[in-house]
């Protein structure tokens, strides 16, 4: 067991019987005379589902489990940093915890480009997740963390997906398109002939309305849906680029300083929450494709082989150009490897 995660968890200890609670009575007694808060900024602005089925969730769970001894404040997208901020102040411990997508820290730590997903790897989300909390891969992450004072648990995992205002029938098809995009995702989908841009969110309807781009990917489904892209995008193209995480970061002196029985409580609780969040995450993407096929006249679409071969061709590029930083990075790029070789995808 980690130093981040060691205490003894005085409520579960409570229902093993008198014996057995003696030392963890006293650990839950001292700790009682001290409330604990901490701040979090989140990279989810108030409105988004993420947001209210997730951080709220946490805090409120977290507060019933504790008997109001551990709360979370909870701030939204730029109310103390946004983005790539958020980093920052969380290891510099202005905020005790926050949310943030890997991306936001590529240059911190090696391994982030690995937790953020390389498009083309894994198919479905219990792939990922095995990947991270069994095979030893969120180790790796933390490890690159620890150099600035900051620990990770995974959020969720959730799928991406792309939607188009054109059918897609052939690699010449896709390569007339234009498309919004980020991150790794700029040259997965540049190796197949389109071109990309960066556009942000507030945008992003307007732009695939005045045929700016024509296509877009904001998450899957659900984000298809919470900003209305299908209105305007009515191909929904599968399979699944790829799978990527959030993530929630905290501040290291910040879990060490909290009694024993608070630490272990708050671990036990990510760690739940992140099995439950990505079971729900996947069944609400079903939910959202539904209402689309039945209310927004979608169609959902298969890319085409050719387009499919050059997309494995720039998911090999890119998890190269991962294993070649260096370090963790090539060691999770070697873990990721051999994972995708037992399941015959290489």
Known sequence: MTKTTQGINRRHALAGGAAAVAAPFMIGKAAAATKVTWKVQSHWPKASSSFGDSLMIIAEELKKNTDG????????????????????????????????????????????????????????????????????????????????????????????????????????????????????????????????????????????????VDGAHWGAAQGALSMSLWEVAKYHMKPTMGLAVDTLIMNQKAIDDLPADLRSEFFNLLDMRFWKRTAEYQYKEKLALTKGLKEQNITIAQFPPDVLEKFSEASSAILAEESAKGGNATKAADLLVSFLKGMGYV
């Open 69 to 212: 001894q551990f709360e979370l404040q909870l701030f939204g997208a730029g109310e103390f940093a946004k983005g790539r901020e958020i980093f920052n102040i969380v290891r510099r411990g202005v905020v005790e915890m926050g949310t943030i997508s890997p991306g936001y820290i590529l240059g911190e730590a090696p391994t982030a480009g690995i937790a953020l997903g390389v498009p083309g790897t894994f198919r479905e989300a219990w792939e990922f997740s095995h990947f991270l909390k069994n095979m030893g891969f969120e180790d790796l992450f933390n490890e690159d963390l620890a150099a600035h004072g900051v620990v990770s648990r995974a959020e969720k995992i959730y799928p991406t997906e792309l939607v188009v205002s054109k059918p897609i029938n052939s690699l010449a098809d896709f390569s007339s398109l234009k498309l919004r995009s980020s991150g790794s995702y700029l040259k997965f989908l540049e190796a197949a002939g389109a071109s990309t841009q960066n556009i942000a969110g507030p945008e992003l309807y307007s732009s695939l309305a005045s045929g700016v």
